[in-house]
């Protein structure tokens, strides 16, 4: 996960990613009750007012419940990804952590797939490439579907599917000064999709449809995401001065 934090964490923070650790490596799975107020106090020397900020911004995220009688609870195991890291053209790693099935890769005109047909001339013989993002359970996430310029990476689909992440192929290609550009929105998956992450097609997600420029404005990538709703927080942290 990217993150941008100030050099000093913030006591509310600092026990927020205790928690989010703890559940990310298992320690604490759907349905295990946190530690009380009173002992995440003694365990980070704070008073009550951190503890209760951490908590509450938890529960905003989903990965904790509050339930009367058993106090807070682990909801969700989702993994947490930067919105800013998605918005852009990511060189360094992947968009969201974790692997890769391949769900299927095939070569067809630009004008016959209708992520492309508006972005690449008719004629371009462009690659799509269907995967879904997996959590350590191996549970779907993140359906991926990716529409590219043969023309400009005539290999690709040589490379390890299971592994790349585009933009940095592109880069070790020569091709450099990417530029992205960004669409979020509500939709419904079709049943494909919905399978590939265990939801049925009434569930809204939410969709991102992302699309690369070479540094001279020509399109090379649309990709687009669905989101599994409860198992990936989407998140902007923004550094206070």
């Known amino acids: 996960m990217t993150k941008l934090t100030p050099m000093t964490c913030a006591k509310h923070v600092e026990i927020r990613e205790w928690i989010e650790r703890e559940i990310s490596r298992g320690n604490l799975s759907i349905g295990d009750r946190l530690p009380t107020e009173r002992e995440l106090m003694e365990r980070f020397a704070v008073s009550r007012n951190p503890v209760q900020t951490a908590m509450s911004k938890l529960v905003e995220t989903g990965l904790v419940q509050r339930r ?4 807070t609870v682990v909801a969700s195991t989702g993994l947490r990804s930067s919105l800013m890291r998605l918005l852009h053209a990511t060189t360094d790693g992947p968009e969201v952590e974790g692997l890769h099935r391949v769900i299927s890769t095939r070569v067809t005109a630009a004008e016959h797939h209708p992520l492309s047909v508006d972005l690449f001339r008719a004629g371009t013989p ?3 490439l269907v995967r879904v993002k997996l959590d350590s359970s191996s549970r779907g996430i993140v359906v991926e579907r990716c529409v590219i310029d043969l023309a400009m990476a005539p290999n690709i689909l040589n490379e390890d599917l299971a592994e790349l992440t585009t933009a940095a192929y592109y880069t070790s290609i020569g091709i450099s000064q990417l530029r992205a550009s960004s669409v979020l ?3 419904h998956l079709t049943e494909s999709d919905a399978d590939h992450l265990d ?3 009434t569930t809204p997600v939410v969709r991102q449809v992302r699309t690369l420029h070479t540094g001279n404005g020509k399109p090379i990538e649309r990709l687009e995401m ?6 990936l927080t989407l998140e902007v942290t923004q550094i206070e001065h």
């Open 68 to 71: 009367r009688g058993s106090g």
């Open 126 to 128: 462009i690659a799509e």
């Open 185 to 187: 929105s509500a939709t």
């Open 199 to 201: 939801l049925d097609t």
């Open 226 to 231: 669905l989101f599994h709703p409860t198992k």
